[in-house]
């Protein structure tokens, strides 16, 4: 039988070490990770044990009366261990639903890991909220290349790629983000965006995990052109961020830059994820964008947000 209780700061390193052996836990999962904005969240976070040793945890924000796992994270949700089947999971649940209950929770959004990103089949989460009445509320759609089958440039694309191979441009990683940062906020801002991260909040997280957080830059001749950040999550490789110039993109500076991280640097994982290219809550395809991914040989991976009433 196990039991639910809060998290508390004591929990750090066991939480940190479940989720390194967890069927579906990564780098965003760890509190270094999570606690680098904790200021901006009331964390309602659960450790789960089974006679006093932790099996799951539950990475969760409260906001009123409503919990989300997490609000600050891209995907949360249960994170188990091999220890966790789906009886036990059933009953993980039903006390995860008590205890919100008894501290005037009404309802649970659940973002759920996409399949992707687990090591081992984990799903059990999305049989118990079917069964405890859960509908699903909204639907991100992601890219995501699988790296061990075939797939294939399209003919523009390569042709890009070569292009810019021949024009002198210079590739490797990058200690400092200031410049791509730079790029990125002047790019987004077209958009009326700007990046999640601040630069500061960036520099936090790759000193956190610099062999996690990597920054690759496409240059000439000393110009910043493209770059890309990538969380490397060991099975997959995703690009947290991408920017290009104008100069850049007339030289096919990020398809080069693309080519050489999916076929050399991060070739070894399962999986090369682009992210998510919907928007209003899932309502919008931005179809340019999902495009530009599906010329890599991406296709599509959602990510999917469950509403539980309590």
């Excluded at 390193?13 to 836990?25: I, K, P, Q, Y």
């Excluded at 904005?37 to 990475?59: I, K, M, N, T, W």
């Excluded at 999550?233 to 961020?241: N, P």
């Excluded at 530009?292 to 309590?310: I, M, N, S, T």
């Amino acid at each position: 039988m196990c039991s639910v209780r809060p998290y508390t700061a004591a929990d750090v390193h066991a939480w940190d070490a479940l989720v390194g052996r967890s069927r579906n836990g990564n780098l965003l999962h760890r509190r270094g990770y999570m606690d680098y904005h904790a200021e901006r969240f009331v964390d309602q976070s659960l450790v789960v044990e089974r006679h006093g040793e932790a099996v799951a945890v539950f990475p969760a924000s409260r906001q009123g009366a409503v919990v989300t796992s997490h609000a600050g994270l891209t995907y949360a949700g249960l994170l188990t261990t091999q220890g966790l089947r789906a009886e036990s999971t059933l009953g993980v649940f039903e006390q995860i639903a008590r205890h919100y209950r008894a501290l005037g929770v009404e309802r649970v959004i659940y973002k759920a890991v996409p399949h992707i990103f687990h090591a081992y089949p984990a799903e059990e989460d999305l049989y118990a909220l079917h069964r405890l009445g859960a509908r699903l509320q909204r639907r991100d759609l992601s890219s995501a290349i699988a790296l061990r089958e075939s797939f294939h440039f399209s003919q523009g694309r390569q042709r890009a790629v070569n292009k810019a191979r021949k024009a002198g441009i210079e590739l490797k990683p990058a200690t400092d983000p200031a410049q791509f940062h730079a790029l990125l906020s002047e790019v987004l801002r077209k958009h009326d965006a700007r990046p999640t991260h601040s630069l500061a909040e960036l520099r936090l997280l790759q000193a956190r995990f610099p062999q996690q957080l990597v920054l690759h830059e496409a240059r000439r001749e000393g110009e910043l052109l493209a770059g890309v950040l990538v969380y490397d999550l060991g099975k997959v490789a995703h690009t947290q961020y991408m920017a290009v110039s104008e100069q850049g993109r007339s030289a096919g500076a990020l398809s080069f830059l693309l080519a050489e991280l999916i076929g050399g640097v991060y070739a070894d994982r399962a999986y090369f994820s682009f992210g998510i290219s919907t928007e209003q809550e899932g309502r919008v395809l931005n179809g340019g964008l999902v495009t530009q991914k599906e010329y890599f040989g991406a296709r599509a991976v959602v990510h999917d947000f469950y509403e539980w009433p309590l």
